[in-house]
Nanobody, 125 residues
Framework: QGQLVESGGGLVQPGSSLRLSCAAS????????IGWVRQAPGKEREGVSC????????YYSDSVKGRFTISRDNAKNTVYLQMNSLKPEDPAVYYC??????????????????WGQGTKVTVSS
């Protein structure tokens, strides 16, 4: 059974940076698209970023494009989300998720193959 474990969330001020990490175990990321899906209270789930398995193509939602960067280290079976210039609208629980189909990760579909437990990001002055 594959597992994903996120870390790196926390409380930061607007304009600050955070780096989220997602470590995979029980399966190899080589064959999975993996990304980050966030959900804030009262808001719909949003696929924030995704990196494909085959060619490392990346996707970013319009709300984070230019501020967030996703990367993967297959040797460490880990994916990262570098979040810069955090805004008051970024707070949410950020979930790492993996699926063989990148379009599902991009969509933040609820039935992705593997989900992490989530890490909370709070942005407040």
């Amino acid at each position: 059974q594959g597992q994903l474990v996120e870390s790196g969330g926390g409380l930061v001020q607007p304009g600050s940076s955070l780096r989220l990490s997602c470590a995979a175990s029980g399966f190899t990321l080589d064959y999975y698209a993996i990304g980050w899906v966030r959900q804030a209270p009262g808001k719909e789930r949003e696929g924030v970023s995704c990196i494909s398995s085959s060619d490392d193509n990346t996707y970013y939602s319009d709300s984070v494009k230019g501020r967030f960067t996703i990367s993967r280290d297959n040797a460490k079976n880990t994916v990262y989300l570098q979040m810069n210039s955090l805004k008051p609208e970024d707070p949410a629980v950020y979930y790492c998720a993996a699926d063989r189909h990148s379009r599902l990760v991009v969509a933040g579909a609820p039935y992705l193959e593997v989900w992490g437990q989530g890490t909370k990001v709070t942005v407040s002055s």
